[in-house]
C-alpha cells in the first residue's frame, strides 16, 4: 500500500542532522501516513547507516547512489522512487524545520497543486543572514521572476522546501539540473493554484553548506536551459531586437526632422521618441507577443497607452540612473548609459510581460 505523503530528502554528509530530523518529523506528523526516503549520494559520514539504523523504528528508507551527485538529481531520483500521491521535498540540514511540515499538509489538502514553504512572504524570513546573502537571492530571485515568468506567482521559486501533488510532474520532462528543483517543478509542471506558506530558514549548525560561486553559475545555466526549452530565450530576444530597431527609428527620425523639418532640437526629439514607442509597440504587438493578446480595438489601445506609460518611465528611470552612475559613482558616461539601458529593458520587459500582454 502507497503511503499518502511521501517526503523526498537529498542527502549529503547530513550525518550529524538525521536523528533529530527524522525525530522532529515524526512528531510533527505522527497522526499522519507518511514515509521518507532519502537520497544520498554516497556521503563519507555514515549518514546512510545512520538512516538504516532509524529504519528499525521508523518509516526511513535510503537509496544510495554511488556514481552520481548533485541535489536536483538526487530529489528527482526521489520523486520517481516513491509512490505517495503528496510529495514533500526539503533538506537535511534541519534549515527547513518540520514543524511547517503540516501547514504545508493542510495546504495541499486545501486543494493547492503545489505548496511552497516561502521565505518571502509575509511571516517569512530568513535567520542571520547577511547582507550579501540576502542580496544574491534577491537578484537570483528577480532573475527567475523577470526571465521566466510562469515563476511570477510565486514570491520564492528558489526555495528547496515544498510539496506537491504528483499529478503535477506525471507527464513532466524533468531535467535534473543544478540546485532549484522547484523551477523546473514550476516550469514544466502542470498545476492550477500555488500557495504559499511562510517559514523562517534557519542557520546550519552541523555540517557544511555545499553552495558554492560554481553552483551560482550553474544556476543561471539553469535559467538559460529552462528560457530556451519554454521559449522564454526567443521571446526575450525579439524584444530586444525591437527595441534595438526603436533606436534606429529615434535616431534617423531625429536627424530629419531636425536637418530639414526645420524643428527645434527638443520638439523634434519628442516627436522622435514617441514615434519610436509607436514603432516598437506595434513590432512587439504582432512579432514578440503575437497571438497572447485579446482581439479589439479598444484592447488594442489600452495596450498602446500601457507600452506607453512603461516606456516614458523607462526613459526618465534611464536619465535618473545616468546621472547617478555618472554623477554620483563617477562612472564614465558611456559605460554608465550602457548600463541603464540594461536595467531600463530588463524593467520594460517585466513590466510589458506583466502588465501590457499578459
Ligand atoms: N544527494 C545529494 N544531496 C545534496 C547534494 N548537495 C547538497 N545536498 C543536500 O541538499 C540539501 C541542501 O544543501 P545545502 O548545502 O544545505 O544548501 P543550502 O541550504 O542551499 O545552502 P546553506 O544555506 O548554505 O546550507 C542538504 O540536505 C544537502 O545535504 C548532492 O550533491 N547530492
Ligand atoms: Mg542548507
Known sequence: MSKALSIVIPTYNEGENIVP???RIHNALSAYDYEILFVDDDSKDGTADTIEKLSESYPVKVAVRKNERGLASAVVHGILNTTGQKVLVMDADLQHPPEVIPSLVKAAEGGADIVVASRYV??????????F?????????????????????????????????????ENARLQPRGYKILLEILMEGKFQNVVEVPFTFVTRDEGESKLNTKQQLEYLRHIYSLMRRKGE????????LVGLSGVGVNEGLLWLLKEYGGLTLILSAAIAVETSIITNFLLNNFFTFRGRSEPGTKPFFRRLLKFNLISLA??????????LFTHVFGIYYLVSNIIAIIIVTLWNYLLNTRWTWR
Request: net charge positive; with cysteine; proline share 6%.
Open 314 to 323: 523607462g526613459l526618465g528611470i534611464n536619465l535618473g540612473l545616468l546621472s
Open 233 to 240: 530565450l526567443w521571446r526575450f530576444i525579439k524584444f530586444c
Open 122 to 131: 509575509k511571516g517569512g524570513s530568513c535567520q542571520e543572514w547577511g547582507l
Open 21 to 23: 530530523l527524522v525525530e
Open 133 to 169: 546573502r540576502k542580496l544574491v537571492s534577491a537578484v537570483s530571485t528577480a532573475i527567475a521572476h523577470i526571465f521566466l515568468p510562469p515563476t511570477r506567482p510565486v514570491k520564492d521559486p528558489m526555495s528547496g522546501f515544498f510539496m506537491f501533488d504528483r499529478k503535477v510532474v
